[in-house]
Each structure stands twice: as C-alpha cells, then as structure tokens.
C-alpha cells in the first residue's frame, strides 16, 4: 500500500451567521490528502451526519472507510493519474455556469448584471426575511433556489405558495420522509431537490431534483434516473471544489446551473486567491491534475501513521502473471473436467488455456491467450477505471473463467489486494464483503447483480465501480441497481480478448458501451463485428482427427477476428443487434443451441423432432425451451437424459410437447417463428 500523507487546514467564514440552518460555525476544519501523488481533501460536516473528523482520520489508520473516505481516494486516484499524464482534470471539458450563493444579504440587481440566472439562498421557511428576498430577487429576473437544510415546515412553505412562479426549488425543505414529501408536492406547485439522504435510507421518488455533491456522491449511481441534477461543492477546501467541477465538467447528461461558486463566501488565502470566476463561470485552475501545483508541493506533509498493522487481505492468483514465459496452464471447471483434456506439453510456454463456456459439444473448444495478451487488456482496463494501488478488488467470480482471472491481472499491475469470495455465491454475503473489506472494485455477471436488487441490497460506500459482464445488461437492471447505488458499468467481452473489448464510462451511462483504447473495431459486410488487437487470442487448441492438438490461428491475414455479434459502431461507441448463430448466454456462459439439439438427438430424439428456443429470463438471461411435436412422455426422458449430460447452466427447463413445430417448404424448422 502507498504511503497516505496528511495536511489538516481550517477555512474561515466570511459571514458571522454560520454556513447554514445547521451549523454556526464560522470555523470549518478538513485534510487535504496526498497519496501516489494526487491529492484530495476530507472535510466532514458532522451537523449534517458525517462522522467527525477525528473519526475519520481513526478509520483512515485502521484501513477503514466511511462515504466521505471512499469518495476521497476516488478523487486522489483520479487526480494522480491526470498528474501522471501531465495534463489537467479539466483537459477537453467545460465546467458549467453555477448559480450565485447568498447567506446573507446581497445585491440582486448586480448580481443578475453579472451573468447569474439563479440564485441560492440558505433559509428555512419560517425566514422573516424570506418574502422580501423573494421580491427582490424575482425583481431582478433572478430564479430562486432555497435551501432549507431539512429545517423547514409544511405550513410555513405553503406560505410561501404566491412565490412559486419566482422559485426554481426547495432543497431539503423537509426532514427526508416520502410521505410528508409528496404532501408538500401535492399542496404546492414547487419543485422539491433531495441532497442528503439518512444513513441507510433510499429514495426513489418524491422529488424533482437531485443535488449531487462529488465530495458525498457517487455520479455514476444517478446516470439513469431521470430527475435533473445539481452539482454543487461541499463548501470544503479549493481542491475539494475543484473536484466537484471536475465531477460536473465529467457529467455526461443535461444538467441544471451548479453550486460551484463558495469560494467567496471564505477568508481569503493563498489556494482561495488561486481559484477564480467570470461572473457565473468557475475557471479550471492552472496546473496539473486539479491544480495548486505549487501551493501543494509548499505544504508541510505529515505521514499518517497506521494505528496497528493491518493483516494482508487474502489474495492468491492462480497464476504467474511475472513471468511471462512461464509453463502453460489450462484452465477449466473442476467441477466438469474436460474430456479429452490435453496434455500440460499441448499448451504453449507463456499461455494460459481456457475452456469456453460454449463447449456444450463433444469436442472440447480451448481458447490459447499468451500472458502478455492477457496483461495487455488488463493494463487498459485499469486506466479505464484509474485503478491505482489504493483499490481492492472483490473477486466474485472463478478463476477458470477469464472473468476471474482478468480480475487478478489486473490487481498484478495495478499492485492492489484481491479478496476472495467464498464458492457459493449469496448476495448478502458479498455485500457484507465489500463493507467488511472497503472494496472498491469488482465484477459480475447480470444475474448477480438481479440478486442483489431482488434482495434490496445497498452499495457500500467504499465501491466506486463494478464491471458487469458476461451477458447483456438490461436497462431495467441497470436502473434497479443505480436505485440501490451500485456504481455498475456495462462491458462487453469475449475469452478469444483476453476479456473486456468495450466498457461504459465510468460517471457516463452505465450501458453505453465505448471500445477500449487497445483495440481496433469495424463492421463486415454481414454485419458482424470484427476486432483487432493485442490482447487477442493465439488461436484455439484443438483435438485432430490423429488425437494430437493442434493450434490454429482464427485471424485473417491483417489480424482481424470476427466475432458472431452483429454490431454498429458509431465512432468508438459500440451497440448490437443479436447474433449471427444460434448462441445465447445463460448464466454469464455461451450456449450454443445446435448443441444442445445434438445432445437431445443422442438422447433419442428422432431428426427435425423438436427445436431449442431461448426465452429471456430476468435473472439466468435466458432460459431454454424444448418445442417438440413427440408427447410429454418422449419429451420428458430425452430431456433428463439431454440435461444429464450438459452442464447445469445449459440445461432444457421447460417442455412443450404436442407443439406443432413451423416449417419452411423444405421441411426445416423456423425457429424464428416458435416465440
């Protein structure tokens, strides 16, 4: 683990009143923190549900998180990765115009002059002062956002019912209560904005919009709601205000004008005369990463001590990803040992072997990637993610499956612990895992994630990202997850890619899906997508007819392979529209159709009897159907006997016997017509 250094700064404000209706502060104390050379800064709001900061400093000695703390090392990653790249955070982006924050009196018509076209007042509902703020606000042409830090009463807000034309919204107008919300929204034509949320709570209606503070939030998590956002600072430390302009400037979505704009209401110092604004436009501060390059090298350090030494997570990589050259490996389920499996001299030196999870034929199908293939794909994957030695990855899934596998790779290169979970997946146990272990990343396939919606589990605060793979990612999942704050990103990969070959943004749409950097893509005449590339496979080891294996090459001349998925492309982002051969996931495997009709024909079934369709199912991806024109009584034992020799994932689990099957004039069956 890399060293965490530690500054601790107070910001003094500028207005005797305090900083809201919460707090009568006007002395606010936070950390700017400095590990792998980015920074970030921690400043806890304890009146608004933030543990003290001694207490998170005492989490931060004993490895520990807490929201405020996850959020911290997302930024310090983010952060050392653009100052290793030389370049700002804000490089190609535009940080959006802020509305202007008033905690006290101010000039309305001067500030309309300016540029602002909304304004922020900090008042409850009971404000004697509120009505006359309203006039003169609504005056000057100005839209009015009050915040009321859950301070507020629905009496009072209903008289305030004549300003509604002049009010863009009430934040936290209320302490948070889905019933007492939507009673205010039904007496009243305001727009209602949810910030803060009670620990363990969730909100999925009853507001209009949603304010996202980058220092708390997690933008990714809110990509696929509806409701408009507001990012706005945690009115912390320069750098923490930069972060939360990155964060906004990141946003891929529409957004409403930004809370931004706080560094005025501050005692001046050297990084608050650092940070500056054209009226309602917060300027990226010069410099690398997010900025005060200078000011940040001039601090005194101090190295933050662990309080007791912590025990090294389990982590064991079934392979030497050191040494490239290493002995081959094969890499199969235990459980459903490969036969005829090849010899350890068959594999090539430097390779590791899997067995695809499409071998549901006789014949087994072994994909051959080299080390160096496999480490090329996991090296994009961590600049994807920015993975840094501060994360720790959950491993949910085995190693035999490139899934897995690609999972310890990357954890190699980036230097990050792995944890295990346990070989029986539950839902609840992984994530008390995460909360146990502060992972910050991890993978699973689509019906890992519907258990963990169907069960209503709550992200931890300590992810920042999971990659969903192995199957596609519904919407309607996707939406359910975000729901519940699991910071999920759509892939798209394949075991011949040594894994992933496009993945969603992180802090973009969780299901757009964008090629990786290491890989070339086009469409063929068919429609089909074929790839180029590093990582790409060696070729696939196969049993010849004279019982050697032999390996053979998949690539064309140029090195393109062409996949079975029929795709568009449109730039670098990918999308598909099926497949081109009877194959389907289930369970986060490839299972081909024509092989699971070919075991029912070994289990007695006459030719053109029946066909396999697929049918979508919410949790497995699909479920297979046997349509058969043979009675139930046929059906039912080519069906065991079909099942007894397929792997469980690919098994036949419904029957509709005495079907008549459609057929083309030449008697073959349309399989496109039986669903």
Not at 76 to 104: E, G, M, Q
Request: hydrophobic share 45%.
């Amino acid at each position: 683990m890399q060293p965490l250094w530690i500054h601790h700064y107070s910001l003094h404000l500028r207005s005797p009143a305090g900083p809201n209706r919460r707090s009568s502060r006007t002395s606010l104390e936070g950390i700017l923190l400095l590990r792998d050379g980015g920074f970030a800064c921690l400043q806890p709001w304890p009146e608004l549900g933030d543990a003290p900061l001694d207490e998170q400093l005492s989490l931060l000695r004993r490895g520990r998180s807490s929201p405020l703390i996850a959020r911290t090392f997302a930024c310090l990653s983010a952060d050392a990765a653009a100052r290793r790249a030389n370049h700002s955070l804000f490089l190609n982006l535009s940080i959006p115009k802020s509305h202007a924050t008033v905690t006290h009196d101010a000039d309305f018509p001067a500030l309309a002059a300016a540029g602002f076209s909304s304004v922020k007042l900090k008042a409850s509902s009971d404000d004697p002062s509120l009505p006359d703020k309203l006039a003169r606000a609504s005056a000057a042409g100005l839209s009015i956002r009050i915040d009321a830090n859950n301070t507020g009463t629905i009496p009072a807000w209903l008289a305030l019912a004549p300003w509604a034309h002049a009010i863009d919204f009430l934040e936290d107008p209320l302490p948070w209560d889905p019933a007492s919300w939507s009673q205010l929204k039904q007496l009243t034509a305001f727009r209602l904005a949810l910030d803060r949320l009670p620990d363990n709570s969730s909100a999925t209606s009853g507001f209009d919009v949603r304010v996202l503070k980058p220092a708390l939030d997690n933008p990714a998590a809110w990509t696929l709601r509806p409701e408009p956002v507001v990012f706005t600072s945690y009115m912390d430390h320069p750098v923490g205000q930069a972060w939360a302009a990155a964060e906004a400037a990141r946003w891929p979505l529409p957004q409403l004008d930004a809370g931004l704009l706080t560094h005025h209401l501050f005692e001046p110092d050297a990084f608050l005369e650092a940070i500056h604004s054209n009226g309602p436009q917060l300027l990226a501060p010069p410099g690398t990463g997010l900025g005060f390059d200078l000011l940040l090298a001039n601090l005194p350090w101090q190295r933050l001590e662990r309080s007791s030494p912590l025990p090294s997570p389990p982590s064991h990589s079934p392979t030497d990803f050191s040494n490239p050259d290493a002995p081959g490996i094969l890499l199969s389920n235990p459980r459903a040992p490969l036969n005829p499996a090849p010899p350890p001299n068959a594999i090539p030196h430097g390779h590791l072997a899997f067995a695809t999870s499409g071998s549901t034929s006789s014949t087994p199908s072994i994909v051959c990637l080299s080390r160096h293939a496999f480490l090329a794909n996991a090296a994009a994957v961590n600049a994807w993610l920015l993975a840094s030695p501060d994360d720790l990855w959950l491993c949910p899934l085995p190693s035999f499956h490139v899934g897995g596998m690609s999972i310890h790779a990357r954890a190699f290169l980036s230097k990050s612990p792995v944890v295990p979970m346990p070989a029986r997946w539950n839902p609840h146990d992984f994530t008390a895992l995460v909360s146990d272990s502060s992972a910050t990343l991890s993978s699973l396939v689509p019906a890992q994630l519907h258990d963990l919606t169907t069960e209503g589990c709550r992200a931890p605060s300590s992810l920042r990202a999971i990659l969903i793979g192995g199957g596609a990612l519904p919407p309607s999942l996707a939406a359910a997850a975000a729901n519940l704050g699991w910071p999920i990103l759509a892939t798209y990969g394949m075991t011949e890619a040594s894994s992933q070959i496009a993945t969603a943004k992180p802090a973009a749409h969780p299901c757009q899906l964008v090629l990786l950097p290491c890989w070339d893509a086009r469409i063929a005449p068919d429609g089909r997508l074929a790839i180029r590339g590093t990582p790409l496979l060696s070729g696939f080891l196969q049993l010849s007819p004279d019982g050697s294996w032999q390996l053979s090459s998949p690539l064309d001349p140029d090195g393109w392979f062409l996949t079975n998925d029929r795709a568009k492309l449109d730039g670098r982002s990918l999308s598909f529209s099926g497949r081109a051969d009877r194959t389907v996931k289930i369970l986060g495997e490839l299972v081909n159709l024509d092989a699971i009709e070919s075991a029912l024909a070994l289990a007695g079934m006459p030719p053109a009897a029946g066909a396999v369709i697929a049918s979508p199912h919410p949790r497995r991806g699909a479920s297979l159907i046997l349509f058969t024109e043979a009675s139930e009584t046929e059906a039912r034992a080519w069906t065991a006997a079909a099942n007894a020799a397929l792997p469980p994932f690919a098994a036949i689990l419904e029957i509709r016997a005495n079907s008549l099957l459609p057929r083309s004039p030449l008697g073959k069956i349309r399989h496109s017509l039986l669903l």
